[in-house]
Each structure stands twice: as structure tokens, then as C-alpha cells.
């Protein structure tokens, strides 16, 4: 079936850099969003970007849209402990039954 | 938080047993949606709903069922479990209101097959 290709796979850094993480796809999606899953929990939505092109910031998290519709990409400004965690991006296509299509996701641990 | 729980949280079962696991939400949203998720993965939509009553296939339906007789309920059925439905499986709300396809995931049921 159809993938998202996420990558880094899983990153480690040191508390204070900064992240960048993307997702691509062979298809073209109306909408992407990025989660965040916390060990035991369930996703919780980051950021929901709905135009190509679209650059939206959440506090230190900044994802794009791109322009060509079949990537994204989500940046972390200046880590901090608790950013740890699995990051998803997800797609969307046009249509009225909300399926999404989520990517592998990116395992981040930062090193205080 | 969207309020969203899902029973059992934790369940091991045999080979062969039926499961079933339950999803409830309070926010009177339309959309439902049930995923299993496994190392590597992601996330893989098994079913979902678009009504009561309104059910269609994921990517991954083979094996399982489902139901939905109330807005606010929707069950995931293993008829007869095996050990390759070892995961954890969340539950997803969304009303596609306006533009958004934006889904809120419950907390998770880890499901264990022996």
C-alpha cells in the first residue's frame, strides 16, 4: 500500500540543537499533519499544514508544506528533554472519509 | 484532549480466542477510525467509519471486524486471534469540519497473542 517515506529513522542529540526530520511520497496529498507519540500514549497532533507551500510555526516547531505537494518537513528549534518521543507525519488526500496515511516515524532522544 | 478512551488498555490472549476492543468518545464526531501499530510501521488504518452503521476497509483489514451502532462507540473484533495481531491498536476521532482532516488518537490498547 502507499508509504511515506520519513527520515531520519531515529536521531540523538545534544539538548540546545536543533532537528530536522522530513517525510516524501511518490503520491500528492491535500494535507499533512505531524504528531508526536510520548512512550505509552497515544499520537497528539503537532502542527496540520493545508497549502502547498504553507510554512506554520508552533512555539519552537516549524513545519512546510512543500511546494510540489509530495514532501514535508518538520524542524525543532533548540531541544530541550522533553522533545523526546516518535514523530509521525501523516497525508491526506483530497476526499471526504479523513484516511490518512502516516509515515514510519522519526524516534528522537536527546541527551541533556 | 480530545475525549477519546479505549478499553481493555492491556490484554493477552491465546491463539485461536476471540478479541474484541472498544473505542468510546464523547465528542459527538462522526469520523472513527481504528490503526494498528508495529515497529517500522507507522501507523496502519485497519477500519473505519463514517456513520453509525457505516463501516469501510483500511489497509490492513484482513482478520478483523467492526461495528457501530452508536456515534460514540466503534469495536475492533479479532474472530479468532493469532499471533501476528500482536500490536497496539489506537482509536482516532475526526468531524472533518471545514478543511481539516485532522484525527485525535486515544491512549492505545496493547494487544498480546501467545
Excluded at chain 1, 63 to 79: C, E, H, P, V, W
Excluded at chain 2, 77 to 100: H, P, R
Aim: charged share 15%; with cysteine.
Amino acid at each position: 500500500g502507499q508509504q511515506l517515506n520519513q527520515s531520519p529513522q531515529s536521531m540523538f542529540i545534544q539538548e540546545g540543537e536543533d532537528v530536522s526530520m522530513n517525510c516524501t511520497s511518490s503520491s500528492i496529498f491535500n494535507t499533512w499533519l505531524w504528531y508526536k507519540q510520548d512512550p505509552g500514549e497515544g499520537p497528539v497532533l503537532l502542527i496540520a499544514l493545508y497549502k502547498a507551500g504553507e510554512l506554520t510555526s508552533n512555539g519552537r516547531l516549524t513545519a512546510q508544506f512543500g511546494i510540489t505537494r509530495k514532501d514535508s518537513f518538520l524542524n525543532i528549534s533548540a531541544s530541550i528533554p522533553s522533545d523526546v518521543g516518535i514523530y509521525f507525519c501523516a497525508g491526506a488526500y483530497s476526499g471526504n472519509t479523513g484516511k490518512l496515511i502516516f509515515g514510519q516515524g522519526t524516534t528522537l532522544q536527546v541527551k541533556p | 484532549d480530545a475525549g477519546i478512551t479505549q478499553s481493555p488498555r492491556h490484554k493477552v490472549t491465546e491463539t485461536g480466542t476471540p478479541v474484541t476492543l472498544r473505542c468510546h468518545q464523547t465528542e459527538n464526531h462522526r469520523y472513527m477510525y481504528w490503526y494498528r501499530q508495529d515497529p517500522g510501521h507507522g501507523l496502519r488504518l485497519i477500519h473505519y467509519s463514517y456513520g453509525v452503521k457505516d463501516t469501510d476497509k483500511g489497509e490492513v483489514s484482513d482478520g478483523y471486524s467492526v461495528s457501530r451502532s452508536k456515534t460514540e462507540d466503534f469495536l475492533l473484533t479479532l474472530e479468532s486471534a493469532t499471533s501476528s495481531q500482536t500490536s497496539v491498536y489506537f482509536c482516532a476521532i475526526s468531524d472533518l469540519a471545514g478543511t481539516t482532516d485532522t484525527q485525535y488518537f486515544g491512549p492505545g490498547t496493547r494487544l498480546t497473542v501467545l
